[in-house]
């Protein structure tokens, strides 16, 4: 039986630092010359060359005509056959791996080439098994039920008019108009952001206007304000991204919503009484109950394993790509012009510094979690990727088509595939701590 391309290829590995591993291979030329010939042999059978039939023209033509073709295909082959390697043993538990000197490449000739590779900690969790947990289902007092049947009147309430000051929660008709130029292609979303008669401002979360709630809380009918608008770095037009516009609003109404009283809401839910629509109230507080319970004590199973995990060292690739994801996250919060940007990146040092224990948290879960995966046996396949691809594209209003090609192009899909397993494995361990 012939040799699988990976047993002839020789490999030497160093320890470089903490969890990295540098791998330095080597395609002997005897290999590199037989697998050449292996691969003019397949291109010269399908070949096309004028004068000549499919498969029948002179190899020395082939190979300078696809000479580009050729050495793409061999390495290629190499490079598979290295990473095939390093995977086939056991004792290497790799995270990642990525090129770092490809070396000289000539077809036929002995070819070395080397990688690195992040490498797991090695993490005791023997007795994980035996973890217990007792974490108690909070009672649904009725309180809780009269506050969401409260929320409810005012929820399902329709708007009147009001007089007096505007207050938080209110809906105000409005003018307003920005100081923001408009370009001449400007969609209509950009035009309605910049300006519009009789719409409407909520003052309530999320804000049509960055800044209105606290400039408008306290407006009368009739009057006009003046606030500055702060836009965030990331704001869905990129035109005002980063921004800030100066708004001049004119008030001309402002609605409150009034309450419905029990008869109007039991019509309105479609309830058979009062006590029916309470009585389901108290079944969804249970319900979210529960969850809760189960979302506790999947903590304390964590926890249990953090402890039994004890001290490792944390791969500093992964913290290092952690801190970059943090710092990111907070400069989305922060950074709401130029000046915040700026400013953000004089204190670069302090965020990073600020970021770097919840950087080293997240990693050591991640691989704690990957480790009682392993031990379980959980893996997530397509479908279930697919399946919370199909959710999340719900959610966010898209096709699942582009946000899978979105989250591949971002690298985000491999962190979802990890989510998913941290869940279902956290799920399993919660399921037998409880039982």
Not at 58 to 83: C, D, H, M, W
Not at 95 to 117: P, T
Not at 165 to 177: F, H, N, P, R, T
């Amino acid at each position: 039986m012939a040799k699988k391309l990976s047993e002839s290829v020789a490999l030497e590995v160093k320890d470089t630092g903490v969890c990295v591993r540098e791998f330095a291979f080597k395609v002997p030329a005897d290999v590199a010359k037989s697998e050449s010939g292996k691969v003019l042999n397949y291109i010269s059978g399908v070949a096309h060359l004028p004068g000549f039939r499919p498969g029948k023209a002179p190899q020395t033509l082939v190979s300078k005509k696809y000479a580009g073709e050729i050495a793409e295909e061999l390495r290629n082959r190499f490079v598979g056959a290295a990473v095939e390697k390093i995977e086939s043993d056991a004792a290497l538990d790799l995270l990642s791996l990525r090129f770092k000197d490809m070396g000289e490449f000539k077809v036929g000739e002995e070819f070395a080439f080397s990688m690195e590779g992040v490498i797991a900690p090695a993490i005791d969790l023997a007795d994980y098994k035996s973890i217990k947990v007792e974490v108690p289902v909070d009672a649904v007092e009725e309180k809780a039920v009269e506050e969401r049947l409260d929320m409810f009147r005012a929820m399902y309430g329709s708007y009147a008019d009001a007089e007096g000051a505007a207050q938080a929660e209110d809906m105000l008709k409005v003018d307003y108009q920005g100081d923001f130029p408009l370009p001449e292609d400007a969609s209509a979303a950009l035009k309605r952001q910049v300006e519009a008669k009789d719409a409407f401002v909520w003052l309530n979360e999320p804000e049509i206007l960055p800044g209105c709630i606290k400039a408008l809380t306290g407006a009368e009918v009739g009057k006009e304000y003046k606030f500055v608008s702060e836009y965030p770095a990331d704001y869905r037009e990129a035109a005002l991204a980063g921004r800030k516009v100066a708004y001049t609003v004119k008030v001309n109404a402002i609605q409150r919503r009034k309450k419905l009283t029990d008869e109007e809401l039991v019509e309105r839910t479609a309830s058979a009484s009062l006590d029916a629509l309470k009585e389901n109230i108290r079944k969804g507080l249970e319900t979210d109950a529960k969850a809760k319970q189960r979302r506790d004590a999947a903590e304390a199973v964590y926890v249990k394993l953090d402890a039994m995990a004890g001290d490792f060292a944390l791969p500093e690739a992964l913290v290092d790509s952690e801190i970059q994801k943090l710092l990111q996250q907070k400069a989305r919060e922060v950074v709401k012009s130029e000046e915040d940007a700026e400013k953000f990146k004089a204190e670069l040092a302090d965020h990073r510094a600020a970021v770097k224990a919840d950087a080293e948290k997240a990693v050591r879960r991640t691989l704690i979690l990957r480790q009682a995966a392993k031990l379980e046996k959980i893996a997530v396949g397509d479908q279930e990727l697919d399946a919370q691809i199909q959710m999340m594209s719900r959610y966010y209003g898209s096709k699942p088509r582009e946000l899978r090609d979105m989250l591949e192009k971002s690298g985000a899909i491999d962190e979802l595939r990890v989510d998913i397993v941290n869940g279902k494995v956290l799920e399993k361990l919660t399921e037998a701590a409880l039982a």
